[in-house]
């Protein structure tokens, strides 16, 4: 019986050691870290050229010409596969802007002038920028659950999902 044990435990310090010392085995520790560092990589990558697309669009734009942007708002979104798992967008949409942060940006590469138009039974009407800015930090003072259940009625929708035009 001793000798079968003693044969045993050669065995077994021989396959332990074998295993465990393989450059094989490393990479076996380390696949769990994979993806994490592809996500660091990508998401770095997207982020880099999320900052870096805001400067090109007004040098393409002529000078009076104006670009239209109509986009998803954030208070009552996400509006991705996010929506189902998490409050913020982190799936297709890397970043869901509010008006209010939309004219921020479009001043800050350049334009002048932003105009807002919600749209209301089909057809887009020109409304000040303040009213809608208003109407946005109003809604966001509301509790996410409640936001959520009635930022999808067609008044608040309208409202928030709003066009905007900004002028060179």
Not at 23 to 35: A, D, E, Q, V
């Amino acid at each position: 019986m001793m000798r079968f044990l003693r044969s045993a435990f050669v065995i077994g310090r021989r396959d332990f050691s074998a295993t465990v010392l393989s450059k094989t085995f490393i990479f076996f520790l380390l696949g769990p870290l994979f993806p994490l560092l592809m996500g660091g990589v990508f998401g770095g990558i997207g982020a880099r050229v999320a900052s870096q697309t805001e400067r090109p669009v007004v040098a393409v734009i002529a000078p009076e010409g104006s670009y239209v942007c109509v986009t998803p708002n954030r208070l009552n979104g996400p509006h991705d596969v996010s929506k189902f798992y998490d409050p913020v967008a982190r799936g297709f949409h890397l970043k869901e802007y509010t008006a209010a942060e939309l004219e921020a940006l479009f001043r800050r590469v350049g334009f002048s002038k932003v105009e807002a138009y919600p749209r209301f039974r089909g057809r887009y009407i020109r409304m000040p920028l303040g009213v809608i800015k208003s109407f946005e930090w109003l809604f966001g003072l509301l509790p996410y659950s409640i936001r959520k259940r009635i930022g999808r009625k067609p008044i608040i929708q309208n409202m928030l999902q709003v066009s905007l035009r900004a002028t060179k």
